[in-house]
């Protein structure tokens, strides 16, 4: 066990002062009862995994600033959704086996929790938060650069939006191409908001908004491709 914890301490660059911010952070909810958590023990991730997000969106945005100096905003934004999406948590978490160091439930476990790129992924976002809460930003970020900066030096173009994501993957299931529908429009002549549906056969809907239609559409479209990945991971 100790070895194991070693290693995994080895791959996040970082000595913990307090070892039971890395344990919250590799705990799923399952392993945990609602009277522990009352009483603040043996608490789950999904605290760590909230602020996880937040730290990590902030290390990559000025990450991307950095590395592409000559970009706009919506082109730097394209590269920070494709840096910070679930799959690319997922990723980095099975590069550094966080799974096999992760708690569950035996149920869970036996399930194949450990191999879930969605509980992955709240992982590495809670790893990231203990990461901070014990050694500060500089920590965090530490560990981030080490396994985020190739990712980010390799977006030599803006990644694909929502929009033609969601449709390449319809017509990799063999389904039909997204359809779009304005639901309606609120607000004055000059400051429209449109709330846009994209519904997808035999995967569902959702809603998302935008000052215009295309950015309605590219947000319902994003929407969609998160519940496609929570389904994936659950």
């Known amino acids: 066990m100790a070895a194991e914890r070693s290693k995994l301490l080895s791959a996040l660059g970082h000595s913990f002062a307090n070892p039971e911010l890395l344990d919250e952070a590799l705990t799923h909810p399952s392993a945990t009862t609602r009277k522990s958590t009352r009483r603040g023990e043996g608490r789950d991730y999904d605290r760590l995994e909230f602020l996880g997000d937040r730290v990590l969106g902030l290390v990559i945005a000025d990450l991307l ?39 569950f439930a035996r149920a869970e476990r036996d399930a194949g929790g450990g191999a879930k ?87 569902g809907t959702a809603q998302g908004h935008g000052s215009a239609k295309r950015t309605g559409e590219q947000a319902a479209a994003e929407v969609l491709l998160d519940i496609i990945d929570q389904k994936d991971g659950a």
Not at 67 to 93: F, H, K, M, S
Not at 180 to 203: C, Q
Request: with cysteine; charged share 25%; glycine share 6%.
């Open 117 to 203: 790129p969605a509980l992955l992924a709240n992982a590495c976002e809670a790893v990231i938060a203990a990461l901070y809460l014990d050694g500060g930003l500089d920590a965090a970020a530490a560990f981030i650069h080490r396994y985020w900066d190739a990712l980010a030096d390799g977006l030599t173009t803006a990644p694909k939006d929502a929009k033609t994501r969601l449709q390449e993957w319809a017509h990799a299931i063999g389904a039909p191409p997204p359809v779009y529908a304005e639901v309606s429009r609120d607000g004055p002549p000059h400051e429209p908001v449109f709330t846009i549906e994209v519904s997808l056969k035999g995967v």
């Open 65 to 103: 600033l950095k590395t592409y100096p000559q970009a706009d905003a919506g082109r730097l934004a394209r590269r920070y959704n494709e840096l910070v999406r679930r799959e690319t948590l997922a990723d980095i978490a099975t590069r550094i086996d966080l799974g096999q160091h992760m708690r």
